[in-house]
């Protein structure tokens, strides 16, 4: 491997140990929020590769991580399979949805597409997940219910095994989250790159607009399909609402806040939209905010994300991570022209 790859796998090692070590000693709660955390992390980091990397436009990220719920629930809970098998089936289900979805971009582009997806994402939401028609893929309206499961010879469920759920989940976070890095430095990354600043200018230099397109919607969706997967055996059980159409509209607006087109950012976007909402729930009825006779409620959590939407778009219009990123770089420039400066002629 190139010295760059195994720096990238270095620093995914170091961080996977630190990150591993956070839930520890919190209550089940918090636990579940971490897991969630990377859940969404997955979905914004879908994004990254669709939105950043190959400019296109998808609000229907939730939808690929809810059939791939789905799949994964029915695996293990009507066909009896392993968990393993689920997660392969869940992120298969989602795939093949991307490529579908995919469809539309090749002929439509902004927010015509946008408009696209966001429809499909209402279609999924209404008549797939909810109607009784698809009950052998949703498992009615209870939702398929997980239990327990294996692992890779890991036992892990929602109440007793959350860490070893978090610690897998986290894994693949990380592992993902390289691959994808090293993506963006490859050939292929540079022909997605090339069809998000234009695609005329792409087509001209010979790149295939229709296979790239639709190889981004397929691993976004993968990508997405892979963090859902895991929703059943984190929470128990799966269900409609953490999938619908808001869901989707939330990942998009985080992942833009963040920095849509950086790894990290994903990690930080999954924090925030698996966290927040928890802890302003949880202390909004403090005795701080009461001695003010205020409260804060999940619902101010919709208005915050909105608010700093637009702070961001004006004030850091490449998102929290882009400006933290652009700071270290300046910072780092300026320590290495430092000596030259001070040098003697």
Not at 78 to 106: C, D, K, N, R
Not at 196 to 206: C, I
Not at 221 to 231: H, R, T, V
Not at 302 to 309: D, E, H, M, R, Y
Request: glycine share 12%; aromatic share 10%.
């Amino acid at each position: 491997m190139m010295p760059g790859h195994i720096v990238r796998f270095a620093v995914a090692i170091v961080a996977f140990a630190i990150l591993a070590r956070l839930p520890v000693g919190l209550d089940q709660a918090f636990q579940f929020d971490a897991a969630l955390a990377l859940i969404w992390g997955f979905g914004i980091l879908s994004l990254v590769l669709l939105t950043g990397y190959a400019g296109q436009v998808s609000l229907c990220q939730a939808t690929f991580a809810g059939v791939a719920a789905y799949g994964a629930g029915m695996t293990v809970s009507s066909m009896h399979g392993g968990y393993l098998l689920g997660i392969v089936i869940g992120v298969v289900f989602a795939t093949i949805l991307g490529v579908i979805v995919g469809l539309p971009a090749l002929r439509l582009h902004g927010i015509t597409l946008a408009i696209v997806t966001l429809g499909i994402a209402l279609v999924f939401d209404r008549y797939v997940f909810q109607d009784h028609i698809f009950d052998w893929f949703t498992g009615g309206t209870g939702g398929w219910q997980v239990t327990s499961a294996d692992l890779l010879g890991i036992k892990v469920d929602s109440s007793q095994h959350l860490l070893a759920a978090y610690d897998v989940l986290l894994a693949l976070f990380c592992l993902v989250s390289v691959l994808m890095v090293n993506l963006h430095q490859s050939g292929a990354g540079r022909r997605l790159r090339a069809i998000r600043d234009s695609e005329v200018a792409a087509s001209t230099m010979g790149v295939n607009l229709t296979r790239y397109k639709l190889l981004a919607f397929a691993m976004s969706a993968g990508i997405a399909g892979l963090g859902g997967s895991f929703y059943p055996l984190i929470a128990g059980s799966v269900s409609p609402q953490p999938f619908w159409v808001f869901t989707s509209l939330q990942l998009a607006a985080i992942g833009v806040l963040m920095g849509v087109r950086y790894v990290p950012a994903a990690a930080l976007g999954g924090l925030f939209m698996a966290v927040v909402p928890d802890v302003l729930t949880r202390y909004g009825h403090g005795t701080f905010m009461n001695r003010f006779n205020y409260d804060i409620s999940f619902d101010w959590f919709q208005i915050a994300v909105g608010v700093l939407l637009i702070l961001q778009l004006i004030l850091l219009p490449d998102g929290v991570w882009g400006d933290m990123r652009a700071k270290l770089l300046h910072a780092r420039g300026a320590a290495q022209r430092k000596p030259a400066r001070e040098a003697p002629a």
